[in-house]
């Protein structure tokens, strides 16, 4: 299948500028075949506004009608699924392996939200029925639904060409709730957004939902994201990426005449809490999987760990040596494209200028034109970490920061002096419970996930999972970004008071289960 470069928009290839760019293999530094049309302004007005215009007849389709688009999407993915692995690892350096497990689970989420929506539960229904006798006024009768809040902006990730792009998450859960979408292609892996648009295109065709549903737009600026955001037919924004990105896309959407909600994602540095006994008991297995946590995916997770804090000692001092000598084993590794490897330079360089920072491991790059990127150790007292608050910003790639504490109490001070997290983890033993039920009920103020005894780094999509926390990780604690209750920041409620049965949404109407 051929590249065509253009945008998707409703069911045609457009283009409104002679303008493109190119993506390139984080591996070699080359250029990739295909050029990409620049969107614009234009390209967003038109997209945005049959969005507008198909949204009636979207929102009223039955939920079986919105599974039957959600499974066609996933079917059409997996049509397509070696030319989208063969393009996303010529974009992003990912592994084959590791595409193909993320192709897996872009199509397991779709099959989710399509199961989800063939029933009403997700909708959290509420019936008050009239007391007409009641004194001294009567109750009226009164019944709560959710429904699609509109067109929705969705922005692909960098990190996750797939399971964050343009048929990933925001996009399943956006159509599964009756919204239309209008996605904003990561630049860096324009092919891969192509291909996967074109399955949500044909899927749209196939089962006979209006154009407007879906459309996908390119562009290697910020011009794209900022007419999507300031466009007034847009009713919300999904965004995963940066606190800077994040928190830019926000600000815009507030200042409009109409604000409207910004759901962003902007990762944090999962902190990791080893208790004494917990290190001197697991000592070996905690360095393997430590190890393994922070250089997973070239340290290109938003749960990377990227704090650790543990008592001093003997124990803590063989653990951090050992972490040392497996991530100086290690070969630099691409990361997903030169900007981000510069900006891991840039951030890396920065905290080792930090008094009392110490490199223990690795460092920055010398090369700033390349994408390879060396994993780094850092490590430094509790008192100097109290000093300076910078030390706990994310630094996006494979790199870590391990905090020396003067005892377990001053490791909840520590937690108190957090920022928002979408993830926190303490490894503890069973003699430990009573300190870490302390530990635990700071820090369920500061994430949006808790784990025990386990690693941040891989977030499983099921109905029970929270991936957001508060801010700076997201921008609204309430909400999940993965797992079905993602539904939630694509719907509104509202409320029907002393409605005739035959006037009630057919949820809500009496009778309906019997």
Request: contains cysteine; glycine residues 8%; negative net charge.
């Given at each position: 299948?051929?590249?065509?470069?253009?945008?998707?928009?409703?069911?045609?290839?457009?283009?409104?500028?002679?303008?493109?760019?190119?993506?390139?293999?984080?591996?070699?530094?080359?250029?990739?075949?295909?050029?990409?049309?620049?969107?614009?302004?234009?390209?967003?007005?038109?997209?945005?506004?049959?969005?507008?215009?198909?949204?009636?007849?979207?929102?009223?389709?039955?939920?079986?009608?919105?599974?039957?688009?959600?499974?066609?999407?996933?079917?059409?993915?997996?049509?397509?699924?070696?030319?989208?692995?063969?393009?996303?690892?010529?974009?992003?350096?990912?592994?084959?392996?590791?595409?193909?497990?993320?192709?897996?689970?872009?199509?397991?989420?779709?099959?989710?939200?399509?199961?989800?929506?063939?029933?009403?539960?997700?909708?959290?229904?509420?019936?008050?029925?009239?007391?007409?006798?009641?004194?001294?006024?009567?109750?009226?009768?009164?019944?709560?639904?959710?429904?699609?809040?509109?067109?929705?902006?969705?922005?692909?990730?960098?990190?996750?060409?797939?399971?964050?792009?343009?048929?990933?998450?925001?996009?399943?859960?956006?159509?599964?709730?009756?919204?239309?979408?209008?996605?904003?292609?990561?630049?860096?892996?324009?092919?891969?957004?192509?291909?996967?648009?074109?399955?949500?295109?044909?899927?749209?065709?196939?089962?006979?939902?209006?154009?407007?549903?879906?459309?996908?737009?390119?562009?290697?600026?910020?011009?794209?994201?900022?007419?999507?955001?300031?466009?007034?037919?847009?009713?919300?924004?999904?965004?995963?990426?940066?606190?800077?990105?994040?928190?830019?896309?926000?600000?815009?959407?507030?200042?409009?005449?109409?604000?409207?909600?910004?759901?962003?994602?902007?990762?944090?540095?999962?902190?990791?809490?080893?208790?004494?006994?917990?290190?001197?008991?697991?000592?070996?297995?905690?360095?393997?999987?430590?190890?393994?946590?922070?250089?997973?995916?070239?340290?290109?997770?938003?749960?990377?760990?990227?704090?650790?804090?543990?008592?001093?000692?003997?124990?803590?001092?063989?653990?951090?040596?050992?972490?040392?000598?497996?991530?100086?084993?290690?070969?630099?590794?691409?990361?997903?494209?030169?900007?981000?490897?510069?900006?891991?330079?840039?951030?890396?360089?920065?905290?080792?200028?930090?008094?009392?920072?110490?490199?223990?491991?690795?460092?920055?790059?010398?090369?700033?034109?390349?994408?390879?990127?060396?994993?780094?150790?850092?490590?430094?007292?509790?008192?100097?970490?109290?000093?300076?608050?910078?030390?706990?910003?994310?630094?996006?790639?494979?790199?870590?920061?391990?905090?020396?504490?003067?005892?377990?109490?001053?490791?909840l001070i520590l937690a108190e002096n957090l920022s928002g997290q979408l993830s926190a983890t303490v490894h503890a033993t069973l003699?430990?419970?009573?300190?870490?039920?302390?530990?635990?009920?700071?820090?369920?103020?500061?994430?949006?996930?808790?784990?025990?005894?386990?690693?941040?780094?891989?977030?499983?999509?099921?109905?029970?999972?929270?991936?957001?926390?508060?801010?700076?990780?997201?921008?609204?604690?309430?909400?999940?970004?993965?797992?079905?209750?993602?539904?939630?920041?694509?719907?509104?409620?509202?409320?029907?008071?002393?409605?005739?049965?035959?006037?009630?949404?057919?949820?809500?109407?009496?009778?309906?289960?019997?």
């Amino acid at each position: 299948m051929r590249l065509t470069g253009q945008h998707l928009i409703s069911a045609n290839f457009h283009a409104s500028s002679n303008e493109t760019f190119r993506a390139v293999n984080p591996v070699t530094g080359e250029p990739l075949e295909g050029e990409f049309s620049e969107g614009g302004r234009e390209d967003v007005a038109v997209a945005a506004n049959l969005a507008e215009q198909d949204f009636a007849d979207f929102r009223q389709t039955s939920g079986l009608k919105r599974a039957e688009l959600l499974d066609t999407i996933a079917d059409e993915l997996l049509n397509l699924k070696n030319l989208i692995i063969k393009r996303a690892n010529l974009e992003t350096g990912l592994p084959l392996p590791r595409l193909e497990g993320e192709l897996g689970r872009t199509v397991n989420q779709l099959k989710m939200f399509a199961q989800l929506v063939q029933e009403d539960a997700y909708k959290l229904l509420q019936i008050d029925q009239a007391i007409p006798e009641r004194q001294p006024l009567p109750k009226p009768d009164l019944r709560l639904t959710q429904i699609p809040i509109g067109p929705v902006a969705i922005f692909g990730a960098s990190n996750f060409p797939l399971a964050f792009s343009v048929a990933g998450g925001d996009t399943a859960s956006a159509l599964a709730a009756g919204c239309p979408v209008v996605v904003k292609g990561h630049p860096a892996h324009p092919g891969t957004s192509e291909l996967a648009g074109r399955a949500i295109q044909q899927a749209v065709i196939k089962t006979g939902l209006p154009d407007g549903v879906f459309s996908m737009i390119q562009g290697s600026g910020h011009d794209v994201g900022t007419a999507l955001v300031t466009h007034p037919q847009i009713k919300v924004v999904a965004f995963t990426g940066s606190q800077t990105g994040g928190r830019a896309l926000f600000d815009l959407a507030a200042a409009r005449s109409e604000p409207i909600p910004v759901f962003a994602e902007m990762g944090s540095v999962n902190p990791i809490f080893l208790l004494p006994q917990a290190l001197k008991e697991n000592g070996q297995i905690l360095v393997q999987k430590y190890a393994e946590s922070l250089t997973l995916g070239v340290g290109q997770f938003c749960t990377q760990p990227g704090l650790l804090f543990a008592v001093k000692g003997r124990d803590l001092d063989a653990f951090v040596q050992n972490v040392k000598n497996r991530l100086e084993r290690m070969n630099p590794l691409p990361m997903l494209h030169v900007g981000i490897k510069q900006n891991y330079n840039d951030k890396l360089k920065r905290l080792t200028t930090i008094q009392g920072v110490n490199q223990v491991a690795g460092g920055a790059s010398q090369s700033d034109i390349d994408c390879f990127a060396l994993p780094a150790l850092l490590f430094l007292t509790a008192d100097d970490f109290l000093l300076n608050p910078h030390i706990s910003e994310e630094v996006f790639g494979p790199s870590s920061v391990v905090v020396q504490c003067e005892s377990q109490e001053q490791m909840l001070i520590l937690a108190e002096n957090l920022s928002g997290q979408l993830s926190a983890t303490v490894h503890a033993t069973l003699n430990e419970e009573d300190f870490c039920r302390r530990l635990f009920t700071v820090l369920e103020k500061k994430a949006g996930r808790l784990i025990l005894n386990d690693f941040p780094t891989g977030v499983e999509v099921c109905r029970a999972m929270n991936h957001g926390g508060p801010y700076p990780a997201s921008t609204d604690s309430r909400f999940s970004s993965v797992g079905t209750t993602a539904i939630n920041r694509f719907l509104r409620p509202v409320c029907y008071q002393n409605f005739s049965n035959q006037l009630l949404p057919s949820e809500l109407q009496d009778g309906r289960n019997q």
